[in-house]
């Protein structure tokens, strides 16, 4: 069935450090691939997206590419912030007729200054 | 002028109740969902409404009952809650089924 896997977390990182949080999926066809971040007592919130093959989804520092071969969208930042601690999840959007959102694990960000 | 609202924030009640949380969006939007977060961050899906159809209702217990009374509200009711209902529920709608969904600040439910 329909899958997602997450880098487990949690990441402590230093302020400007890079990051990477890994994401693979199973899934027929092509999904539509997403990444929210969830702030402590927040909702959920978009951060970026990419919808074929080859796309780049990029947001406030933040990117992802769409790698059909591996079935992969690795989130990356190149100097992340005290205020990017936060949980963030990766979600292809699976279903044909029925689409729904599959959430992975989430992975847990701590930076510290 | 917030996108999607849930009341209430917090819900604190009994073993046993019913319990209602409401959510509205503002967006314009043709789908609406239900999502319920664990303790441990899992997030799943539970309802989703399409123009006011039930379209998803994920393996959820029948004391669970969504409602749409338009387009614009999507509604939980819980009936005889239990210890295991609570959760953050989360109230998402989408323009349509293949767009990205935009969350409400969620209702955290907790079942004494």
């Known amino acids: 069935g329909d899958s997602v896997t997450q880098m487990e977390g949690p990441v402590t990182l230093s302020e400007e450090a890079f990051l990477t949080i890994n994401c693979t999926y199973t899934?027929?066809?092509?999904?539509?691939l997403f990444w929210y971040v969830q702030y402590p007592g927040e909702g959920l919130q978009l951060l970026l997206k990419a919808t074929k093959a080859d796309d780049k989804g990029s947001n406030k520092g933040f990117e992802a590419t769409y790698r059909k071969e591996t079935t992969s969208f690795h989130l990356e930042k190149g100097s992340v912030q005290v205020s990017d601690s936060a949980v963030y999840f990766c979600?292809?959007?699976?279903?044909?007729?029925?689409?729904?959102?599959?959430f992975g694990t989430g992975t847990l960000l701590a930076v510290q200054p | 002028d917030t996108a999607v609202s849930q009341t209430p924030k917090y819900l604190v009640t009994q073993m046993g109740n019913d319990k209602s949380i409401k959510c509205e969006q503002n967006?314009?939007?043709?789908?609406m969902y239900w999502y319920k977060q664990d303790s441990k961050k899992f997030l799943k899906i539970m309802f989703s409404?399409?123009?006011?159809?039930?379209?998803i209702n994920e393996t959820v217990p029948n004391r669970f009952s969504p409602k749409s009374p338009d387009k614009a509200h999507l509604n939980l009711h819980i009936n005889s809650l239990e210890l295991g209902d609570s959760a953050v529920y989360f109230c998402?709608?989408?323009?349509?089924?293949?767009?990205?969904?935009?969350f409400g600040p969620g209702t955290r439910l907790t079942v004494t």
């Open positions: 967006l314009g939007h043709d789908t």
């Open positions: 998402a709608s989408s323009q349509d089924r293949k767009t990205e969904q935009y």
């Open positions: 409404y399409n123009n006011k159809e039930l379209i």
């Open positions: 899934a027929t066809g092509y999904p539509s």
């Open positions: 979600a292809p959007l699976v279903g044909g007729a029925t689409n729904k959102l599959i």
